[in-house]
Structures are given as C-alpha cells and as structure tokens.
C-alpha cells in the first residue's frame, strides 16, 4: 500500500493529470506487483516558480518535470525496485510524459510506521 506523491506543473490540464495518476499507478502495479486496488495518491499541480531543477542532470533535457515520490514498507529487492523504475517510466512515456522529464524517489518505512484507520487497528499495513 504505497502512499504516491505526484508533484507536476499547473499548466497540466486536468485530464492529463489523472492519466498521469492512472500511469502512476499502473508502473506500481507491474513493478511492485501490488494489487491494482491499493491506490493511494495526491497530485499537486504547482507554478513553474515552484520548481527548482537542474534541467541536464545526468545529461537528461528536463523541462517539465513529473516528481513522484513512493512511500512504502521495506523489503523490496533492488531488482524488483528497477522493474518498478522501468514500467513507471513506460506508462508515463504512454501518458504523453517525456522521459527526461520523470523523476521518481523511492522512500521506504516499515510496518510499524503506518496506521490506516481502525482497519489498521489489528496490526501494521
């Protein structure tokens, strides 16, 4: 049950950006191989003022970069993390976004850091 922050430009037009959620989504569910009903996000559209970036980090061409930012419990091989990389990357491309212009961060916790309600009241995520 990752929790997904997804910060964009504002001039992304709102369709765009629930199909940015929806590719968002999708890399984790093919990646992470979590199941399709645990989708907890936030979009954030911001002013380019917003933004601070180094538009030819690693030799990329950023120009309207996408930051999503995964929080989620330990435990995934670093094999299992690339594929993740690999299929947020593909279905981002899909949803018109640029490669250069992905930035993803991975942040992992553990079990005993979360609490999702009384449904969580019986043990961590």
Known sequence: ???????????????????IGDA???GLV?????????RFQ??????????????????GTRR???????????GYPV???RAAFAALARHLEAAGVRPDDVFVALRENGPEDWYVGRAGDEGAA
């Open 64 to 74: 309207e970069p996408v930051f999503v930012e995964v929080l989620l419990v330990r």
């Open 79 to 81: 094999e299992v993390k």
């Open 30 to 38: 093919e990646g992470l191989g979590m199941p399709a009903e645990d």
């Open 24 to 26: 968002v989504h999708a």
């Open 1 to 19: 049950m990752p929790l997904v922050r997804i910060d964009l430009p504002e001039t992304t037009p709102r369709e765009r950006r629930r199909a």
């Open 42 to 59: 936030l979009l954030r559209a911001a002013a380019a003022e917003s933004f601070s970036f180094d538009p030819h980090f690693m030799g």
